[in-house]
């Protein structure tokens, strides 16, 4: 069973305009959400985190919000750029449970088109 | 500071023999952690040492070991390969209270 869920495999967007990568999770005990970037033939890179007793993280281009009700998470990167073109991984955590590590989505592909 | 190393970078196995990989975390950092990725499953969790314990552990079948040493290097061992064993191997490494992980380049394995 998968407990975290990246629906979509891909997504295309035009340069500038606005990139939405959705997450949804199962776990109620989530409380700790990571976005990470990877680029091929290389390991993954953190983006952004956002704790569950927030409802929105920013950081520059990007913004992560949490729907704890809806168990839905999303990056929004604005505007998109090509260099934004990667494999984008959602994670959650437990963070005060004993199963401390982070449980990752299969990710999603962004391209961004000049 | 000094990234996460993980050697060798490239590694081709046939099926049945073993292999060991390695890790190096970041300076300070005592909790190391193994994840496979394969194309279209993410990042799955192996699992994760902390001074020289196993913390954690996914749901691999037991030819997946692991082990970390006194100054937190880490190894990854498979035993007897098999074929869907063939994918990247991540290491991460992360700080006393802090649930960032930092990620090495990983080692791709492919098992012939």
């Known amino acids: 069973d998968q407990q975290v869920k990246q629906n979509s495999p891909s997504l295309s967007v035009q340069e500038g305009r606005i990139s939405i990568l959705n997450c949804d999770y199962t776990?109620?005990?989530?409380?700790?959400f990571l976005w990470y970037k990877k680029y091929p033939a290389e390991g993954p890179t953190f983006l952004i985190s956002?704790?569950?007793?927030?409802d929105k993280n920013e950081d520059g281009r990007f913004t992560v919000f949490l729907n704890k009700s809806a168990k839905h998470l999303s990056l929004h990167i604005v505007p998109s750029q090509p260099g934004d073109s990667a494999v984008y991984f959602c994670?959650?955590?437990?963070?005060?449970?004993?199963?401390?590590?982070?449980?990752f989505g299969k990710g999603t592909k962004l391209s961004v088109k000049p | 500071k000094a990234g996460v190393t993980q050697t060798p970078r490239y590694l081709i196995k046939t099926r049945g023999q073993q292999v060991t990989l390695s890790c190096s975390p970041i300076?300070?950092?005592?909790?190391v952690s193994w994840y496979q990725q394969t194309p279209g499953q993410g990042l799955q969790f192996l699992f994760e040492?902390?001074?020289?314990?196993?913390?954690n552990k996914g749901n691999f079948p037991g030819r997946f070991s692991g082990r970390q040493f006194s100054n937190s290097r880490s190894e990854m061992n498979v035993s007897t390969l098999e074929l869907g064993d063939s994918a990247l191997y991540l290491c991460?490494?992360?700080?006393?209270?802090?649930?960032?992980?930092?990620f090495g380049s990983g080692t791709q394995l492919s098992v012939l």
């Open positions: 991460a490494s992360k700080g006393q209270n802090n649930e960032k992980l930092f």
């Open positions: 776990n109620s005990m989530f409380d700790y």
């Open positions: 956002i704790s569950s007793i927030k």
């Open positions: 994670a959650a955590l437990n963070y005060g449970g004993s199963q401390g590590n982070l449980i």
């Open positions: 300076s300070g950092h005592r909790s």
């Open positions: 040492y902390f001074s020289e314990t196993q913390r």
